[in-house]
């Protein structure tokens, strides 16, 4: 076996077990609570060094009831200020699955029907023209996101104090349609705005107004609210994003896709509301309507199904191996990301929170030893620890690939094997194709740096990184290759 052939193999195998290598998570094992929570504060500032985290939150249930929480890291790094239990943070798209429980509020007490098309309610607001059926959206359509709306534009925010466009502006803007309402899952902030204001107007009330009145203060969420208060100011982190550069406290001009402040304990005061054995039920809504909440209403989810099995109303769902059914939501804004995990039969959770767009290998690896703690393989998201590791191999690979075209050239070049003469015919068909690879690479390398955000970046932050600089390094090797073709003999 040659020498390359023991070097790649090599490099595989480390490659392959590096998730252990970088404190990642351990192999399953049976775990005292004791121990589950010491080994908790040894991995996640590991792992929050590992992939540049500033400041993580986290709380654990077990049997429905809070039994752990512990903050770590900065709140904001400029100051030195550690991160607190008790820090205000944005939970972003966490907010979706509390806004769900507000409009189920409405359907129990009759005042909305899920089937009903949703332009019933509305009185003071029109959808914009479209080429498909707005008219026929219905509440369920905007709660499972098969309404067939956009996205919507993100990454626009705001100074609490600054003036911001209205809710029914930004829907005239963005209430824009891709597709017949019913047709496929497609993931939609705008959707959960088009909620809000149905609550407002059929309530006649402010949605922030209402959902502290019927959601918020009810679950004993007394830190939380949708609306900007000045009191967050002294409490509020700074987000960091993908470059580590500090984001200041913001908001949007919607409320209940992403809009919602919060602290750990209030997240986790919510997530213990939908346990089946919790205390709560009734307080907002009753089990049935909780369990609508947790019920499949869509199951194919596109890029989502590689994690989860399903959607319900404002939360993911996954179908753990021995039958148990898992719920969570996450979130991500600009500088912030965010999630919980939870079991309702068992009363198993786990939330987190971080002041960082790093996050999405953090919390696969924390989540995946949260579920073998409670007693599972593995929950859908632990497929970003395993990709991750895939992706260092194939990186390993690139490197030494281009590597060896170094190598390979620079001896050419040496020996005279190759010289400059980008127009000779010598090896042209050979050339023709690294020619369209070459402008393949640098065209998607050109975008890629172009961008204020790619989902990439925040799976695998990483390996994001170090492709800024190893994509040029391949594009070089290959435009050498064309400039300098072998000589004929």
Known sequence: MSKVQNILIFIFLILLDFGNIAKGIASPRENSETEFFVQLNKEIPSLMSLYKIPGAIVAVIKNGKV?????????????????????ICRVESISKSVTAWGVMKLVEQGKIDLDTPVVEYLKTWEFPKSNFSTTRITTRHLLNHTSGLSLGTIGVRYVPTEQMPSLKESLTQNALSNCEPGLRFEYSNVGYHLLELLIEEVTGMSFSQYMEQ???????????SFEWRS????????????????????????????????????IAKFVCAGMMNSENIGNVLNQKSILQLHASSVNRLGFYGLAFDSYGFG???????????????????????????AIPETGDAIVILTNSQRSWPFFAKVLTRWVQYAGYERVGMSIIYTSEKILWVALGL??????????????????????????SKREYKNRIVLTLLLLLISTIYIWAVSQDYIFFTSIFPRIASLLVYVTPALALSLLILVLFPKTTR
Do not use: C
């Open 67 to 87: 039994a752990f929480t512990n903050a770590y890291g900065y709140a904001n790094v400029e100051t030195g200020r550690r991160m607190s239990t008790s820090d």
């Open 214 to 224: 019927e959601v918020l203060l009810p679950l004993g969420m007394k830190h939380s």
């Open 231 to 266: 009191s967050f100011a002294n409490s509020i982190p700074n987000g960091y994003d993908f470059l580590s550069n500090p984001i200041v406290p913001y908001v949007y001009p919607e409320k209940a896709s992403g809009g919602l402040f919060s602290t750990v304990d209030d």
């Open 315 to 341: 939360h993911f769902l996954e179908d753990l191996p021995n039958g148990k059914l898992a719920v969570a939501h996450g979130g991500q804004g600009t500088g912030w990301m965010t999630h919980f995990h």
């Open 398 to 423: 690139l490197i030494l690939l281009i590597l060896w075209l170094a190598i390979q050239v620079g001896f050419g070049i040496s020996q005279s094997f190759r010289n400059f003469a980008p127009f």
